[in-house]
């Protein structure tokens, strides 16, 4: 979850379902937007209940928007290159390097990441994705950023070798891991990662479950 200009964004809604959370009720997950990267089970599994407890929009793709849109579920398309302002700042959807699929095997279009702003602050939710050149387009064609939300679990996404050269390339020294730890593909040595990003003078947050950061 994202707060920006007092607005709640929620981003690829995975939470009871990750099997290293307990006893949490989604009930208090109120948000205004939900923004889903890509259509993988692990990145929608709470977005339907979600959206009846609180009625929030959805932002994605065009195919995965189609989707959800069959389904009565409500959101706004868009596509990669593409930026549109809404009431909390602007987001740009921009590449990701992964497939998207829905569970069900429905088509979930191309995945993608999230680069959004306001005009006192900008964060880059990069989704599923590897390591990309790409990137490099993101400080060329956005604000600076303040943060910037990378995998580094490896095996389905870049691990965080990678992502420290991703962080190099978006040019960022404040990067919060995610896509980690979740399944046994994905677990990987904390002190490690940590250290990789530390070499290059690079913060790399790995947030316990429910704690908060500021940027
Ligand atoms: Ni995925």
Redo the contacts with the bound molecule.
């Keep these: 979850m994202l707060e920006i200009s007092g607005q709640q964004l929620l981003i690829d809604p995975f939470i009871i379902s990750n099997p290293n959370v307990e006893n949490f009720d989604i009930g208090q997950i109120r948000p205004d937007y939900i923004l889903v990267s890509?259509a993988?089970g692990?990145?929608i599994a709470e977005l339907e209940t979600i959206v009846g407890n609180s009625g929030a929009q959805l932002i994605s793709n065009y195919e995965i928007i189609s989707y959800y849109a069959q389904k009565g579920i409500y959101g706004h398309a868009m596509n990669h290159g593409g930026k549109y302002q809404f009431e909390f700042g602007t987001v740009k959807y921009v590449n990701a390097v992964?497939?998207s699929t829905f569970p069900d095997g429905s088509n979930g279009g191309q995945?993608g990441g999230f680069v959004i702003w306001n005009d006192h602050n900008c964060i880059y939710f990069a989704g599923?994705t590897a390591l990309t050149l790409d990137m490099k387009l993101i400080p060329m064609t956005c604000p600076k950023l303040d943060a910037a939300v990378l995998p580094i679990g490896d095996n389905?996404t870049m691990g965080y070798e990678d992502a420290s050269i991703a962080a190099e390339f978006v040019k960022c020294d404040t990067i919060v891991g995610c896509h980690y730890n979740t399944f046994p593909p994905i677990s990987i040595n904390l002190d490690e990662a940590r250290k990789t990003f530390e070499e290059k003078g690079i913060k790399l947050h790995m947030p316990a479950f429910g704690e908060s950061l500021e940027f």
């Design positions: 890509h993988h692990d990145h992964h497939t995945p599923d389905f």
